[in-house]
């Protein structure tokens, strides 16, 4: 193993060896930042220097500070900063500074993961500030332990799913902690998107209104990566005001980024593919090779080079196939060298999180294949080089990962590995999406009717909802909400509010859109492994799908909708489980709408009927389709939010595209519409659907549909209508700037298709979308 550690610019050289042609599209170099320290705000008590000083913090950098000094102030802050900028410290000086300054007064601390609070926990206790009494109250607190959190804990940390089914409706045993409220922690806020998202800024609500029950209101402090709007997604959550400070004053080291598209190779001998084959009939269209398997080789070689390098892997059976092949690699090479290799992943126990995380600082440990279990929380930075498995989904996410490269002073060296995927097709190859566009916001509707209904009655049955509760959750949309659960029973009106009149609780699931939960349980032993909601069943637990529960695989034997139950068993396959699914669509109304001649642009309400049909079985370390099989379950409806577009046939034909060609046209834009999707709204394709028709009989015209997998939408229609030039103008580019003749899994081919991906056009789609976006533009 080489003793001196390679430059990032000369390791990506050795990366490069012996290929035919490189893979890498675009190199990034991320320059050096110095850091800009500040002093210590004078009211920071002289023991909780000390205490910070013990920990190896001299002084705060200047975001800090501020932050610090605003919330201090009474001002509710949002803090947004790159990875390892010392977020944490900004919020832990004005809470703990209150909490020695009065020894009433009491913190609450929310984490979207239990390994992010376990976290902060150790960082508190370790301070050992006379007092403070921080204590963890979620899922796993012992019984006998909560009642003395309730009473006598002054630093509380927990999750918005505990504060919503135990803190909030058990309020009256909190009423010592709830009177004497004066912050509330909101850490990595960025990961409340979507739906749950939505839901959470209902339990944000939820607790202003009881804690005004209780006298107070107290100040909030969000924590989040680098997003665009940080301000108003902040905002969005909590329905308070908030002051931003995004100016990073910590140092960093610099960045070498390069962009790797795994080579194409001929299916018959698994070698690179050349040319002329990359061009041969459909039948012998070559594959491109995966992800996962270009991303153990890149991770074998830099542990081979001494490079302690961290893997981010979407999936938990992903990021243990890449640790697998590393490790299989290298002991090919070295005998033993493979057992400095290892897989992080959410599930393990805190104790192995700890091992491998300290055997990587110290360097017992050089490769870590990592989900983003890594990403959220885990103090581990300072590597000397990242590679990522695909795209993580959103720039904020991709900074965040990249950003545990780099030790002070030091460069390092970060790979984006493209998945066969449109959206990472086209990031290889349009550098400026990802280098030199701003950091998208975060999405999410708290206005969801299937999300502000539910709440309002959680909220009801807390306390008695009034008139002026509603302004709270969101003024003339919570009356029309209220009034329809009047209407269905669940509330009555009386002289003093709105009341709760059922006897149990609302059963409301944060992380669900609806449906009800589906229980996951081992066939041999009946132990309940895990739920999935309704929504999703159909396709995570259809008979025959690989479902993973804390990194271990099982296979689903049996669906059972009306016991509302999956039977599983364990097993490690091979391969991985993908649903394809046939569907119709229904225009109920328009929200909006742009004329642009013979293109029109729309979003509104429509009600889908799907129905999953079968599945793929897919080999993991190649993503090679093993085969598809049928599967026989009932049709779901969903109603929820689209946005679509619409093409007279006449303009169609002199745009150059044939009748018959259209329905593969619009097919192969509709799927690359879904891929590219994720590039301008915080979603995952996986959030989305799509349909296009020839002929609709609502539009009367040649359509594609895109809506929100939610029900009553999460916000990513909404965001494709406001941002549609920009969208399909990377949609249209992905497609032309893939190299294949008709269309393959980088540019138009879907996995989830419940058509088998035919018909496409993909030439004719590129027309299509040059016409939309000529006519669209023509009108702005």
Known sequence: MTSVLPQPAELLDR??????????????????????????????????????????????????????????????????????????????????????????????????????????????????????????????????EREWIRQHARFVLTNPDMLHHGILPGHAAWTGFLRRLTYVVIDECHAYRGVFGSHVAHVLRRLRR????????????????????PGGTAERLAGVPVTAVTEDGSPSGAVTFALWEPPMLDPSTGLAATSELAGAAKDAAPVRRSALRETADLLADT????????????????????????????????????????????????????????????????????????ELGVDLSGLDAVILAGYPGTLASLWQQAGRAGRSGRESLCVLVARDDPLDTYLVHHPAALFERPVEATVLDPTNPYVLGPQLACAAAELPLTPADLE????????????????????????TGWYWTQRGRPDVDLRGSGGGQVAVIESKTGRLLGTVDGASAHFQVHPGAVYLHQGVSYVVDALDLDDAAALVHSEEPDFTTHPRDVTDLSVLSVRSYVDAGPVGLFLGEVEVTSQVVGYQRRRIST???????????????????????????????????????????LHAAEHAAIGLLPLVATCDRWDIGGLSTAA????????????????????????AYAVAAEWLSATRSAIASCGCETGCPSCVQSPKCGNGNSPLAKAEAVRVLDLVLGELAGCA
Not at 633 to 654: I, Q
Request: include cysteine; aromatic fraction near 6%.
């Open 696 to 719: 609709h009989p609502d539009t009367d015209a040649p359509t594609v549909f895109v809506y929100d997998g939610h029900p009553g939408g999460a916000g990513f229609a909404e965001r």
């Open 623 to 665: 993503g090679e389709v093993i085969d598809t099989r049928p599967l026989d379950l009932p049709e779901r409806c969903l109603r929820t939010v689209a946005v679509w577009w619409t093409v007279s046939p006449g303009a169609l034909a002199e745009a150059g595209v044939a009748g018959a060609d259209v329905p593969g046209a």
């Open 472 to 495: 709270l959750f969101g003024g003339q949309v919570a009356s029309s909400a209220v009034a329809t659960l009047v209407a269905q029973g669940a509330l009555r009106q009386r002289p």
């Open 303 to 374: 542990v081979a080079y001494g490079v302690r390098t961290l893997a981010f892997v979407r999936s938990r059976r992903g990021a243990e196939v890449v640790a697998a092949m590393t490790r299989r690699s290298l002991d090919e090479v070295a005998p033993g060298l493979g057992e400095r290799v290892a897989a992080y992943r959410a599930g393990y126990l805190r104790e192995e999180r700890r091992v491998l995380e300290q055997s990587l600082l110290d360097g017992s440990l050089l490769g870590l294949a990592a989900t983003n279990a890594l």
């Open 210 to 229: 009881v804690a005004a029950r209780y006298g107070r209101e107290p100040v909030f402090a969000f924590a989040s990566a680098t997003v665009g709007d």
């Open 15 to 144: 990366l490069l060896r012996g290929r035919q042609a490189t893979p890498v599209t675009h190199v990034e170099r991320v320059p050096a930042r110095p850091g800009d320290p500040a002093a210590w705000p004078a009211w920071v008590p002289e023991d909780l220097r000390g205490a910070f000083a013990g920990r190896g913090v001299g002084s705060p950098w200047r975001h800090q500070a501020r932050a610090a000094d605003l919330l201090h102030a009474g001002e509710n802050v949002v803090i947004a900063t790159g990875t390892a900028s010392g977020k944490s410290l900004a919020y832990q000086l004005p809470t703990l500074a209150r909490l020695l300054d009065d020894p009433r007064a009491t913190v609450l601390y929310l984490a979207p993961t239990k390994a992010l609070a376990a976290d902060q926990l150790r960082t508190l206790t370790s301070l050992d500030l006379p007092g403070i009494r921080p204590a963890s109250y979620d899922g796993d607190t012992p019984r006998e």
